[in-house]
């Protein structure tokens, strides 16, 4: 009798934070997982604890950089194809945020590189692996509709992948493309975005998990998401 292949999903920036967390549900749900991440300990610590779940390949790098995305497309090869993209990997810029006329705008464009760009270059370098009515899930922000003081670099490039998601959606009408505000987490990057403040009452990333989960099934149209407002089905 044959074994139904496991799903497989690619998961950007999963060595903390929403990433592994969602990594987690999914492993604990019989998914077979590609993660990345820029910091290799971190990521191998992930992986470690991945691994006694599920079949988990990690590849350290910078989502930004050309050739890791390929070599993440090669994985997805070997593995058999993906099931789902989760665009999570990202970059506040700097800490604190300036206003945006003084912002140094080569640190803009590194911003839009990681923000926007990569998440484009990596379904490009997937898309042969995307397997038919694949699920992209691209992680955004409500600064990315809200115009936040000091969230000019960061909020205007969600507010690009948002738009490039919608492109996206239109163009590719066989996918289940979502962008998704998982809401304020009490993580790394949101400890930088307010680096003075105590964030202990931010809820964890955990608790965006389940409206990500909902998804996964692709059941719901292509479109923008707020992760706490969706319920939760099982992939």
Not at 26 to 50: K, M, P, V
Not at 189 to 214: C, K, N, T, W, Y
Request: glycine letters at 8%; hydrophobic letters at 40%; proline letters at 9%.
């Amino acid at each position: 009798m044959n074994q139904k292949p496991i799903p497989t999903a690619l998961i950007t920036g999963a060595s903390r934070g929403l990433g592994l967390a969602l990594a987690k549900a999914l492993a604990d749900r019989g998914w077979g997982l590609i993660i990345d991440a820029r910091g290799s300990e971190a990521l191998e610590a992930a992986r470690f604890e991945l691994a006694a779940i599920t079949e988990v390949t990690a590849i350290p790098g910078d989502i930004s950089d050309e050739s890791h995305r390929q070599r993440l497309a090669q994985v997805a090869k070997a593995r058999g194809g993906l099931n789902a993209v989760i665009n999570n990997a990202s970059t506040l810029g700097p800490s604190p945020q300036p206003p945006l006329l003084d912002y140094p705008l080569e640190v803009l464009a590194e911003v839009y590189r990681t923000n926007v760009i990569a998440p484009l270059g990596l379904l490009q370098a997937v898309r042969k692996q995307l397997k038919p009515g694949a699920v992209v899930i691209n992680v955004t922000s409500d600064a990315g509709v809200e115009p936040y003081e000091g969230w000019g670099g960061y909020g205007s490039s969600k507010a690009a992948l948002e738009q490039l998601s919608a492109i996206l959606a239109a163009e590719n009408p066989s996918l289940h493309i979502y962008w998704v505000d998982p809401g304020d987490m009490r993580t790394q990057m949101h400890q930088e975005a307010f680096p003075d403040e105590d964030i202990s009452d931010r809820p964890l990333p955990e608790e965006s998990v389940p409206g990500l989960l909902a998804l996964l099934p692709g059941s719901l149209p292509s479109g923008r998401y707020q992760a706490h407002q969706l319920e939760t089905e099982t992939p």
